[in-house]
């Protein structure tokens, strides 16, 4: 039988999709979270978190737009979460008070630098608001045998830490 | 019964057998009549292997956290337990591995300082091949089934 070896997201099928972004994604159809966020009272914007679940705007990738309802509502679709031009459009729009990033699948797969850089891009361009990261750090790339998962959170550069489990974080910027 | 993610993720791709378990069958083709001993996330492979416990194999799958001095000294304690084992694969979910302390003195590239300390654990062994991915994203089935792969066979006298 032959074997696979990789897949493209973008080539499965509506319902794979859904099954794998519900796996990617702790926040799909449900709408209990793992730690409480702690936000101050006002707009918050959640990035990457599987919709407007909690009740507040959401700002997806369109890479995932079809996982999510036609009429999906308070949900807005941009091209990219690792851009200045989303992270502007975020703070110009909306003047959040407070941006989520709650184990938004666009921080996987980076180095702590460039998950440093994105982060820090927001709190840049998203000025008004309290930047709250819940992160799985199990899934960026770096050096597991050099770093402590401590020493990665801390290079990130947040001004609170919440350890609550191996490689989960929550974090305030 | 919920599926394990490879059998969820295949049924994506028609049942087509994963890469890196192709690998593993095919690195043990022709001993697998002998005694293998399985650690780890491996009842994909209960059937494929022999169920004799005088082991001549040994097939150790690291797919859950753990800590980076419990992951070397299960893989040397397991192989030392049985000196007759001749030919080993370790698969390891990169990602899942965590240290308490910071490790000096080892390769400053984390994918060949992995390869390194396991090497260093298996006495008597020689590294055959080291599959692994520099930049390993989430569209190699890792989680499902381990992208960074070591094969290794017993020195021969």
Same mark, same amino acid.
């Given at each position: 039988?032959?074997?696979?070896?990789?897949?493209?997201?973008?080539?499965?099928?509506?319902?794979?999709?859904?099954?794998?972004?519900?796996?990617?994604?702790?926040?799909?159809?449900?709408?209990?979270?793992? =730690?409480?966020?702690?936000?101050?009272?006002?707009?918050?914007?959640?990035?990457?978190?599987?919709?407007?679940?909690?009740?507040?705007?959401?700002?997806?990738?369109?890479?995932?737009?079809?996982?999510?309802?036609?009429?999906?509502?308070?949900?807005?679709?941009?091209?990219?979460?690792?851009?200045?031009?989303?992270?502007?459009?975020?703070?110009?729009?909306?003047?959040?008070?407070? =941006?989520?990033?709650?184990?938004?699948?666009?921080?996987?797969?980076?180095?702590?630098?460039?998950?440093?850089?994105?982060?820090?891009?927001?709190?840049?361009?998203?000025?008004?608001?309290?930047?709250? =990261?819940?992160?799985?750090?199990?899934?960026?790339?770096?050096?597991?045998?050099?770093?402590?998962?401590?020493?990665?959170?801390?290079?990130?550069?947040?001004?609170?830490?919440?350890?609550?489990?191996?490689?989960?974080?929550?974090?305030?910027? | 019964?919920?599926?394990?993610?490879?059998?969820?993720?295949?049924?994506?791709?028609?049942?087509?057998?994963?890469?890196?378990?192709?690998?593993?069958?095919?690195?043990?083709?022709?001993?697998?009549?002998?005694?293998?001993?399985?650690?780890?996330?491996?009842?994909?492979?209960?059937?494929?292997?022999?169920?004799?416990?005088?082991?001549?194999?040994?097939?150790?799958?690291?797919?859950?956290?753990?800590?980076?001095?419990?992951?070397?000294?299960?893989?040397?304690?397991?192989?030392?337990?049985?000196?007759?084992?001749?030919?080993?694969?370790?698969?390891?979910?990169?990602?899942?591995?965590?240290?308490?302390? =910071?490790?000096?003195?080892?390769?400053?590239?984390?994918?060949?300082?992995?390869?390194?300390?396991?090497?260093?654990?298996?006495?008597?062994?020689?590294?055959?091949?080291?599959?692994?991915?520099?930049?390993?994203?989430?569209?190699?089935?890792?989680?499902?089934?381990?992208?960074?792969?070591?094969?290794?066979?017993?020195?021969?006298?």
């Amino acid at each position: 039988m032959e074997t696979i070896k990789e897949f493209d997201f973008a080539t499965l099928s509506d319902a794979d999709k859904v099954v794998l972004y519900s796996r990617l994604h702790p926040l799909y159809a449900k709408s209990t979270l793992e =730690v409480d966020v702690g936000l101050p009272t006002g707009t918050s914007v959640w990035i990457d978190c599987a919709g407007s679940s909690q009740g507040h705007i959401g700002v997806e990738d369109k890479t995932f737009r079809s996982v999510f309802p036609t009429n999906v509502k308070n949900t807005h679709f941009m091209h990219d979460m690792n851009s200045i031009l989303t992270a502007k459009a975020v703070g110009k729009v909306y003047s959040p008070v407070s =941006v989520v990033m709650y184990f938004a699948p666009f921080l996987r797969y980076m180095t702590p630098e460039e998950a440093k850089d994105s982060i820090h891009m927001y709190k840049k361009y998203v000025s008004t608001a309290e930047i709250t =990261v819940v992160i799985d750090i199990k899934f960026l790339l770096f050096h597991r045998f050099k770093n402590t998962n401590d020493d990665v959170v801390n290079f990130l550069g947040p001004k609170k830490i919440n350890k609550f489990g191996t490689f989960k974080y929550l974090l305030k910027f | 019964m919920t599926l394990h993610w490879r059998d969820e993720q295949r049924k994506m791709f028609d049942n087509r057998e994963l890469e890196q378990d192709k690998r593993i069958k095919k690195y043990f083709a022709g001993s697998r009549q002998e005694g293998t001993l399985l650690y780890g996330d491996t009842a994909y492979f209960n059937d494929y292997f022999n169920q004799s416990q005088k082991y001549k194999n040994a097939l150790l799958v690291f797919n859950e956290e753990i800590e980076a001095m419990d992951f070397l000294d299960t893989i040397a304690g397991k192989i030392s337990l049985h000196p007759q084992i001749e030919k080993v694969c370790i698969a390891v979910n990169k990602f899942c591995i965590y240290s308490e302390t =910071v490790h000096e003195n080892i390769e400053s590239d984390y994918d060949t300082a992995l390869v390194s300390l396991v090497s260093g654990k298996l006495k008597g062994f020689k590294l055959l091949e080291h599959i692994y991915d520099s930049k390993l994203k989430g569209n190699k089935f890792n989680f499902a089934s381990p992208y960074t792969q070591m094969y290794f066979e017993k020195w021969k006298q």
